[in-house]
């Protein structure tokens, strides 16, 4: 079985650029189980019978040339959660990240139809001021081989280090995909931001860090750009005492900013330690919530 391993001089290029380009993560094996999930997670058909936290692309709802995301497959579909909840991505991103663990806090499902259109560019960690720990280091992994003019997604170098900006206007299908990057990069002073677009075969990618400007263009070609993404957190994070997510801080319990593992599950800790339901659901053992 495959298994990913960082290495010192991808964390320091992680550092450096704040994101780095790996040429494997996942096996074929892995790939083309995920292709055949996609296929029934788009049609709409949820394995374990939870619909995931966002469908942000339904058929017949949506615009075909729209990209189609997905955000908590691992909830809806025990394959996808065999890949997105594995220990040695969630170690890879603790590692990156500088935590004592990993918890996932959302995956992302991502489906760029030949023509389909592109995804702003944006800072994650600004969506996820829910949490008191408002940083993450995420696993972006191609189910296709990807090229530049294929709509890949892209890093803007060195960005990490530019500030916070807020959320931006128009995430989806937006007329302008770089409008709050070129103002970002104004603001710190750089004349031509790098985009570095991430050109892997299937099963490799990429990491990168909260901060860090990407997005993503129209796809010129003629064959579809699939991909998954694990976004992590710190397995240390909680719940902001009072900022608000409309979707994940449902999670919140009343008066206890802790994070239930059943939503926030542990994928990896210096100590051992993985969230217990974790193996016998991602083998189908057992079902939602068992
Ligand atoms: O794949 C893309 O086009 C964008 C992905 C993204 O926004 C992310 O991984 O955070």
Redesign the pocket.
């Known amino acids: 079985m495959f298994n990913f391993e960082i290495t010192e001089e991808q964390i320091q290029a992680f550092n450096e650029d704040g994101f780095v380009v790996v040429d494997r993560i996942i096996s074929d094996e892995n790939v083309a189980l995920l292709r055949e999930r996609l296929d029934v997670l788009f049609s709409g058909e949820y394995e374990t019978g939870i619909g995931p936290d966002e469908v942000n692309w339904k058929k017949e709802r949506d615009p075909i040339e729209n ?1 189609r995301q997905i955000c908590n497959g691992w909830k809806s579909d025990r394959y996808v959660a065999s890949v997105v909840l594995r220990q040695d991505i969630g170690k890879a991103c603790a590692v990156l990240g500088g935590w004592p663990g990993t918890r996932i806090s959302q995956d ?1 499902i ?1 489906w ?1 139809p030949p023509g389909g259109k ?2 702003g560019f ?1 800072q ?1 960690s600004a969506y996820e001021q829910w949490t008191a720990i408002p940083e ?1 280091a ?1 696993c ?1 992994i191609a189910l296709d081989d990807t090229t530049a003019e294929g ?4 890093y803007v170098r060195g960005s990490h280090r530019w500030g916070e900006s807020g959320m931006i206007e128009e ?1 989806h299908a937006p007329s302008n995909p770089v409008k709050e990057l070129a103002e970002a990069a104004s603001n710190a002073g750089v004349e031509k931001p790098e985009r570095v677009p991430v050109v892997v075969k299937a099963g490799g990618g990429a990491f ?1 860090q909260g901060w860090t400007w ?3 263009d129209i796809n010129h070609t003629q064959r579809p ?1 699939r ?1 998954v ?1 694990a ?1 992590c957190m710190s397995s240390e994070n909680q719940f902001h005492d009072d900022r608000v997510s409309s979707i994940y801080s449902r999670y919140k319990r009343f008066g206890d900013n802790g994070m239930d593992e059943s939503f926030f599950p542990v994928t990896w800790r210096v100590d051992g330690y993985r969230s217990s339901f974790i193996q016998s659901y991602v083998e189908r053992k057992i079902g939602w919530g068992q």
């Open positions: 990209t992302n991502l760029k592109p995804l944006h994650d993450w995420s972006w709509g890949t997604v892209e995430f990168h990407h997005g993503s750009r991909s993404v976004h």
